[in-house]
C-alpha cells in the first residue's frame, strides 16, 4: 500500500484520469441540462444533432474549465502538493513572455511544412480502414473548428479569443505541461518533455496535424523545462490559438491571408529554413538562463 501512497506517480496518475473523467461526465451533464433550458425543455434536442455556435463555443468554455483546469487544481489539493510549486506557477520574468510569443511566429513555416506532410500521409492498403476512421475524426474536428470560427462578428471574435485561445491555453498548458509532465519526471526530464507532448497531440484526435501538433508540444514543455514557468508556455499556446482564431476572422470578414498559411510549403520551403534557424536561436537564449540557473 505505500508504494501506492499519495507520493506515488501510479496513485496520482489514477487520480488524474478519475478527475478527468468526473470533469468529462460533468460536462456532459451540465452542457444537456444548458440545452433542455435553452429549448424549452423539449426533450428530443438530446438526440439531434445541434448547431448553436453559441452553446457549442459555451460547451468549448465549460470543458476546459472541468477536465483541464479544476483537475489539475484539485489533483494538487488532494496529495497535499502546493499548485504554486507543484503546476509551476510562479510568474515569468517580461522577457520570457515575449520570446516565447515570438517563437510561435518563428514557428510558422516550419509547422506549415509540418502540417502539409503530415496531411498526405497514406496508410497501406491494409490499414484502409484505419485510415477512413483518421479520416473522418478529423474531418469532423475542423467541421466543429470552422463552425466555431467562420462569423465576421467582432463579438465572436472576442468570444473565441476568449474560449479558444486563453482558457484552452491555460487549461492545456495546466494539466499537461504543469501536471503530467511534472508527474512523469525531474524538471530537466527530457523523456518527460516529449512523452507529454506525444499524449499533448493524441488527446486531440486529430491525426493529420499529430506531427506539427507534436512539435508544439515539445516547443511548449522545453519552455516550460527551461524557465521553470507554466506562464511560458501558456503564453505561447495562447499565441498559436489567438493566431488561428484571428486568421479565421480575417478571412471571414473577406482578406485573403493564404499566403500565412503556405507560408513554408511547395515553393516556399526555404522559410522553413529559416524557421529553424531563429526558433533555434530563441530555445538557446533559454537554454542559456536555464544553464547558468541551474549550475
Known amino acids: 500500500m505505500k508504494a501506492f501512497g ?5 496513485y496520482r496518475f489514477l487520480l488524474l484520469i478519475l478527475l478527468v473523467l468526473a470533469g468529462l ?22 438526440t439531434g444533432q445541434n448547431q448553436n455556435i453559441s452553446l457549442m463555443r459555451m460547451l468549448q468554455g465549460i470543458q476546459a474549465c472541468l477536465v483541464f483546469i479544476l483537475p489539475s487544481l484539485l ?6 502538493e502546493s499548485p504554486r510549486e507543484y503546476l509551476s506557477l510562479k510568474p515569468a520574468k517580461p522577457m520570457q513572455i515575449i520570446l516565447a510569443t515570438v517563437s510561435i511566429w518563428t514557428l ?3 509547422v506549415n511544412t509540418l502540417v502539409e506532410w503530415n496531411a498526405n500521409m497514406h496508410f497501406p492498403p491494409s490499414l484502409q480502414p484505419i485510415e477512413s476512421w483518421m479520416r473522418a475524426a478529423e474531418d469532423q474536428a475542423a467541421t466543429l473548428t470552422e463552425q466555431l470560427m467562420q462569423s465576421a462578428a467582432f463579438s465572436d471574435l472576442a468570444a473565441n479569443l476568449f474560449v479558444v485561445a486563453i482558457l484552452a491555453g491555460i487549461g492545456e498548458e495546466l494539466l499537461f505541461r504543469g501536471l503530467i509532465q511534472r508527474m512523469l ?22 491525426f493529420y496535424g499529430f506531427i506539427p501538433r507534436l512539435l508544439l508540444g515539445v516547443w511548449f514543455g522545453y519552455l516550460c523545462m527551461w524557465t521553470g514557468s507554466i506562464w511560458v508556455p501558456i503564453a505561447a499556446h495562447i499565441t498559436n490559438n489567438a493566431l488561428a482564431t484571428g486568421i479565421a476572422f480575417i478571412e471571414a470578414r473577406g482578406t485573403n491571408v ?4 503556405h507560408l513554408g510549403q511547395n515553393d516556399m520551403l526555404w522559410a522553413s529554413g529559416v524557421s529553424i534557424v531563429l526558433t533555434c536561436l530563441i530555445g538557446y537564449t533559454f537554454y542559456q538562463k536555464f544553464k547558468q540557473a541551474t549550475q
Open 6 to 10: 499519495k507520493t506515488s506517480t501510479a
Open 25 to 46: 461526465t460533468a460536462t456532459s451533464l451540465l452542457y444537456m441540462l444548458i440545452l433542455l433550458i435553452h429549448s424549452g425543455f423539449q426533450w428530443e434536442i438530446l
Open 75 to 80: 489533483l494538487c489539493k488532494i496529495v497535499g
Open 108 to 110: 510558422i513555416p516550419l
Open 185 to 206: 519526471g525531474p524538471r530537466k526530464s527530457h523523456a518527460a518533455v516529449w512523452i507529454t507532448a506525444f499524449l499533448f497531440s493524441a488527446i486531440h484526435l486529430q
Open 258 to 261: 493564404e499566403f500565412l498559411e
